[in-house]
C-alpha cells in the first residue's frame, strides 16, 4: 500500500510542478534563464518525476521514515542503489499515469 502511495504523491507533485498555474512563473523564469535544461526538465513527466523521487527518497532516508522509499523499505540495505532505483521507479509509474492519462483524454 506504501508504494501506491508513494508513486500516487510523486504523480500529484510531479503534475502540478509541471501543468500548475501555481508554478508558472517559475517554470517561465527559469526557462529563459536555460531552455534546454530547465525548459525541458519543466516540461516533462518522466524528468521531472524522477526528481521529484529523488527527493522524496532522499527525505525519506535523512528522516529515517523508509515508507517514501520502496526498494530501502522492502530489503534493499544499500541507500544510494536504493535512491537511484526510487527515482527510477518513480518516474517511470509516474509517466506510464500521464499517458494513460493522456490517450483516455484524447
Not at 508504494?3 to 510523486?10: G, S
Not at 510542478?17 to 508554478?23: A, E, K, N
Request: aromatic share 16%; proline share 3%.
Amino acid at each position: 500500500m506504501e508504494i501506491i502511495l508513494t508513486i500516487l504523491v510523486c504523480y500529484g507533485i510531479s503534475n502540478i510542478i509541471v501543468y500548475g498555474s501555481i508554478f508558472e512563473g517559475l517554470r517561465d523564469k527559469l526557462t529563459l534563464i536555460s531552455p534546454d535544461f530547465w525548459g525541458k526538465l519543466f516540461s516533462c513527466m518522466m524528468c521531472m518525476p524522477f526528481w521529484v523521487g529523488f527527493i522524496l527518497s532522499l527525505g525519506s532516508q535523512i528522516s529515517t521514515y523508509t515508507q517514501f522509499s520502496p526498494f530501502y523499505s522492502n530489503g534493499l540495505d544499500n541507500i544510494y542503489i536504493s535512491i537511484f532505483l526510487d527515482s527510477c521507479l518513480l518516474s517511470g509509474t509516474t509517466w506510464l499515469i500521464h499517458t494513460l492519462q493522456e490517450h483516455f483524454e484524447a
